[in-house]
């Protein structure tokens, strides 16, 4: 079994950037299979799809909300999954979260991961 622990949360001012960290452990064997999706929530909202990478790293999806300001990336040798967040806003204040399901190809719902880590605080804020 994986476990997901993701790092790099805080509090960042506008037009700022974070990198998130999601490293895996535990059956990291397992990490290079799975394709890898981060998520986040604000107080009183649903889960919110933010970003998709494959397996192998060779696709890439995110919504239009942050198309062309986040990127995410993989490494499979380091067990780890980033979340690269420039010119952040207000509105994508929330808890950001990584998950990951034994597959080839990513997925953009989040019931359709089944390993999660805890979660990170992200707040953009003057």
């Known amino acids: 079994q994986v476990q997901l622990v993701e790092s790099g949360g805080g509090l960042v001012q506008p037009g700022g950037s974070l990198r998130l960290s999601c490293k895996a452990s535990?059956?990291?064997?397992?990490?290079?299979?799975?394709?890898m999706g981060w998520f986040r929530q604000a107080p009183g909202k649903e889960r919110e799809f933010v970003a998709a990478i494959t397996f192998n790293g060779d696709m890439t999806s995110y919504p239009d909300s942050v198309k062309g300001r986040f990127t995410i990336s993989r490494d499979n040798a380091r067990y780890t999954v980033w979340l690269q967040m420039d010119s952040l806003k207000p509105e994508d204040t929330a808890v950001y979260y990584c998950a990951g399901r034994r597959e080839s190809h990513y997925y953009t719902r989040a019931e359709e991961y089944d390993t999660w880590g805890q979660g990170t605080q992200v707040t953009v804020s003057a």
């Open positions: 535990g059956r990291t064997i397992t990490f290079s299979a799975m394709a």
